[in-house]
Each structure stands twice: as C-alpha cells, then as structure tokens.
C-alpha cells in the first residue's frame, strides 16, 4: 500500500537488565555527574537514563518479551551499595564505581545469567565490572576530587526497554522486587 512503511521482518526490542535508582538515588548520580569537569564533545548522560546494568541483552525479538518478564524472575536479596568512585575507562568512558562489590550483588548477576543461559541468551564473557555510566567520549575529562559516597539500599531490579532514535529513552518493563 502506498504511504504505508514496509514490514522488513519480525520486530525486536533492545533489552538489559539493571538495578533502576528511585528519585533519591538518581538525585544524587546527578550531582556525581555534574561534578565531572567535562570535555567539549563528551556526552553526559542523561539523568533519566543513569542505571548500573547488570546484563545486556540486545536485541531480541518482541514476541519473546512475555516470556522473559517470567524467566527472568531469581531469587533476589537486598543489598546495599555504595558508589563512590570516579573512575576513566578506556576509550573515554566515564563511570562511577562502588567503592566495593557487594556479594548479593554479583550473586544477583550470577543467577541471572544462569536464567539467560536457560532462555538460550548468551551473557557477556567478560568479568561483570559494576558501574554507573556518568560519559562517553569523555576523555580528559577533570574527574571529581570526591564526593559523599551513594548509600543504594536496593530492593530489586530491572528489565528496561531502550528505545534508540526519536529521543530515545529507557522504559522499565518489570520490575523484580
């Protein structure tokens, strides 16, 4: 039909899962961020999408979504985190740290890769490095002397849609508390 956009195959959403902060946390990994002393051309990320990742999943087919709402269900035990490193990764990314791992917290990535593996999903090979993405392109980037350390009292985690183009953007959709 004309005027109508043509159907190039099955539709696919782009996924991770991720401890996803309330206002309060958020709050403060904007002011962590806005610490940083940032070069012409860095991206700053925006505060709506400050969140540690704990997989990515890429893209998968939508039709998979209800699926994995449910088999991505793993025991889980609150923890809490305390971020409070300014580090400069390789190829300019600037992140914040935990000043140390919490053991709930890479055994919640443990079971969920164990989950993935059991849908069939591959997880990343690489060790798990938590963190908080505060730019990209950020190289020589003045990084903050230091700052109050954020105290995350975790409840849960996050499947989260991201949404590329048109502004993109983030869409929790579940939360596993």
């Known amino acids: 039909m004309e005027g109508q956009p043509q159907s190039t195959g099955p539709q696919s959403t782009r996924l991770f899962l991720a401890l996803w902060p309330d206002p309060a946390i958020r709050h403060q990994l904007r002011e962590w961020r806005d610490a940083w002393g940032w070069p012409r051309g860095a991206a700053p990320v925006h505060t709506d999408k400050l969140h540690l990742t704990l997989h990515f999943l ?3 087919p939508s039709d998979r979504l209800s699926a994995l709402r449910e088999e991505l269900t793993v025991p889980f035990e609150p923890f809490r985190l ?6 400069m990764w390789p190829h300019g990314l600037a992140v914040l740290e935990p000043n140390a791992e919490p053991p ?13 593996e059991k849908l069939g999903l591959v997880p990343e090979a690489r060790k798990y490095r938590p963190h908080v993405t505060m730019a990209r392109r950020a190289g020589g980037a003045e990084l903050p002397v230091s700052g109050p350390a954020i105290t995350w009292e975790t409840r849960g985690y996050a499947l989260v849609e991201s949404r590329p183009g048109d502004g993109g953007g983030y869409i929790v959709l579940r939360d596993y508390a």
Do not use: D, I, K, W
């Not at 709930?104 to 993935?116: I, K, M, S, W, Y």
């Open 58 to 60: 890429g893209n998968l």
């Open 82 to 87: 305390e971020l409070g490193r300014a580090v």
């Open 104 to 116: 709930e917290l890479l055994a919640l990535h443990a079971r969920l890769g164990e989950a993935l």
